[in-house]
């Protein structure tokens, strides 16, 4: 059976809407980030970087986020983009979402209101939104001309940037319509709501 490391307060949230979206068997294992369950050296074996999410499927071990759900899209025939060229706009939207918002993200909203008040750096989230606000305005540009990112049909690689932007849901994207409608529409599917109800 597939094991999933991680709780799904953290980026295991993808891992677990991807099982979901799948209606996948699954053990899950909320670890929750830094915690003594992910130093242990047994966790090590699985995942030397102490991070998680990380998968166990019947004794194939994977992290990444984006490449567990890549992975599971493909082993299951589901969610994964019709032909090469929106298999590659799925790596590219999962690569460019890495690269672009993934620890933006995070800062910013620990900063901004997440974290408690006497702990917060307002010039980090300052930083972290100037870097995200460019982002959103590319992500803007591709939802205006398609409804998907990858293809007619929700996929893998909508997963993949949806979930990892599940602090978004919280802040103002007014000037970001397109996001705003397509982050929602997915976050709205059943296995999204079901995910998000074991977060919040
Ligand atoms: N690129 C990795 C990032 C994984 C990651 O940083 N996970 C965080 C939790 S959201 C973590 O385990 N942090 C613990 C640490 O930094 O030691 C992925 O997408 O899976």
Not at 3 to 16: F, K, Q
Not at 99 to 104: A, E, K, T, Y
């Amino acid at each position: 059976m597939l094991r999933i490391y991680g709780s799904a307060r953290s980026r295991a949230t993808r891992t677990l809407w991807m099982a979901e979206e799948l209606g996948l068997q699954y053990e899950h294992l909320d670890y929750a980030p830094r915690s003594p369950a992910t130093r242990t050296p047994e966790y090590l074996t699985l995942n030397p970087n102490g991070r998680v999410p990380t998968i166990d499927d019947d004794g194939f071990i994977l992290s990444e986020s984006m490449a567990i759900n890549l992975y599971l899209a493909k082993k299951h025939g589901r969610l994964g983009p019709s032909g090469a060229q929106n298999e590659a706009r799925a790596l590219q939207w999962s690569f460019w979402e890495t690269d672009r918002l993934d620890r933006q993200l995070t800062t910013y909203a620990n900063n901004a209101f997440a974290l408690p008040e006497a702990q917060r750096d307002p010039a980090a989230a300052k930083t972290a939104w100037d870097e995200i606000a460019p982002a959103l305005d590319v992500l803007e540009i591709a939802l205006g001309r398609s409804r998907w990112l990858a293809g007619d049909d929700f996929t893998v690689a909508d997963l993949n940037v949806a979930a990892a932007m599940y602090r978004a849901l919280f802040f103002d994207l007014t000037k970001w319509p397109h996001v705003h409608e397509w982050l929602h529409r997915c976050w709205e599917r059943p296995a999204g709501k079901r995910v998000r109800a074991m977060r919040e």
